[in-house]
Structure formats: C-alpha cells, structure tokens
C-alpha cells in the first residue's frame, strides 16, 4: 500500500499570495497516478490535478501540479477567496487507492 | 452534464445493515469504473470499494473486506453499496465517484456525487 503523507497540515496565508503544498509518497509512484483534490465545507471533494500535472477540465490556470517518483508538489501561485480549503492527495494507480490526509488552507 | 445521487444513508444499529444506491446521469454508465469513498465527521476521505465498467472486477478497503459487497445495475444507471455487520468506526458520509477514463486503465476521480451519511449508534 501507498501512504501519502502531505504536508503542512495547515497552512495561514492571505489572499493574493502564493500556496505551496507537498505530497510525499512512501514509495515510488508509478505511471504518476498521483492526483490533487479540492474540499469545501459541506461539499464533495472536487478534481484538480491528475496525473501529477496536468488540470483537469474547468480548473484555473493558477493551480499548478509537478512532481514524480515519491514527491508532489500542489502550487496555487496566487490565493483566490474561494481557494481557501483543504487539499488532498491521492494515489490511484491501483488498489488500494490512498488519500493523504489532507492540508488546509486557511485565511491568515 | 454528469450528475451522480447518492441514497439509502440513515441510523442504523450496531451489527445492522443498509443499502447505499448511487444514480448515475449524463454519461455512458456502462462503460466507466466507479467507486465509493467515505468521510468520517471530521476526517480524511478513505477509498472503500470499486467495481470496473462490466461489473467483473471488485476490490475493497481492508476495513470493509468481508462485510461490505459493492455491485452495478448498468440497464439501471446505479450502482450499489451492500454494508452488513456495520461497525460505529463505519459511521460518514459515503460519496460516490466517477473514474475519469473507461475501461480498465488507471484513472482519478473527476465526478463525486453530494454524499449520503451512514451513522452506526445504538
């Protein structure tokens, strides 16, 4: 099993600046099938990076993916109001799929 | 455009079980993997179940492993969850996911639905 530990796990910033949030995988991820969610309060997690890097459909150019083998890295390179959230990580290369724990992104 | 509707959540018993349902819109069913995932109150999202486009492949968590029993219905657009012998550690909302990609080939989640809560408590 892949275990994916991200970290900070809250991370103060203001808006306008710039968020950077690791993934760290326990061993190699194969195929970067490493993806990035997005949650709100009482809303459904919601796709935004798959395969390391590449956004997924409706996604704003702002959130950014990169990393391979056992280091990810989320980049939002300027904070939105609506971007304040928590971030997930997940493997889903194969079964078990793993989420990492999440990191908050909270307003400073 | 994709909607997923999950249903069947509520208070149960300890040792009990429930159905979960999850209706599936907009998009060809019977050719997309799905799965459930779950998140306890105030928790992280855990992977529970998948079962592949044809309904032959079914994997689970380690913690559901023998006690959930996840299925399709495809002429239905639905797929179901089976939970028995539920446990107070069972207790979340379970979402519903869409895989991106068809077939079998490895592929993130790009539609979640809006969850349905399971709560175990005597």
């Known amino acids: 099993e892949i275990v994916l530990t991200q970290s900070p796990g809250t991370l103060s910033l203001s808006p306008g600046e710039r968020a950077t949030l690791s993934c760290r995988a326990s061993q190699s991820v194969t195929g970067s099938y490493l993806a990035w969610y997005q949650q709100k309060p009482g809303q459904a997690p919601r796709l935004l990076i798959f395969g390391a890097s590449s956004r997924a459909t409706g996604i704003p150019d702002r959130f950014s993916g990169s990393g391979s083998g056992t280091d990810f890295t989320l980049t939002i390179s300027r904070l939105e109001p609506e971007d304040f959230a928590v971030y997930y990580c997940q493997y889903y290369g194969d079964s078990p799929w793993t989420f990492g724990q999440g990191t908050k992104v909270e307003i400073k | 455009q994709v909607q997923l509707v999950e249903s069947g959540g509520g208070v149960v018993q300890p040792g009990g079980s429930l159905r979960l349902s999850c209706a599936a819109s907009?998009?060809?069913?019977?050719?997309?993997?799905m799965h459930w995932v779950r998140q306890a109150p105030g928790k992280g999202l855990e992977w529970v179940a998948v079962?592949?486009?044809?309904?032959?492949?079914?994997k689970y968590g380690d913690s559901v492993k023998g006690r959930f029993t996840i299925s399709r219905d495809s002429p239905k657009n639905t797929m179901y969850l089976q939970m028995n012998s539920l446990r107070a550690e069972d207790t979340a909302v379970y979402y519903c996911?869409?895989?991106?990609?068809?077939?079998?080939?490895?592929?993130?989640?790009?539609?979640w639905g809006q969850g349905t809560l399971v709560t175990v408590s005597s």
């Open positions: 079962i592949s486009y044809d309904g032959s492949i079914k």
């Open positions: 996911a869409k895989k991106s990609e068809g077939g079998t080939v490895a592929a993130a989640f790009d539609y």
């Open positions: 907009g998009f060809t069913f019977s050719t997309y993997g």
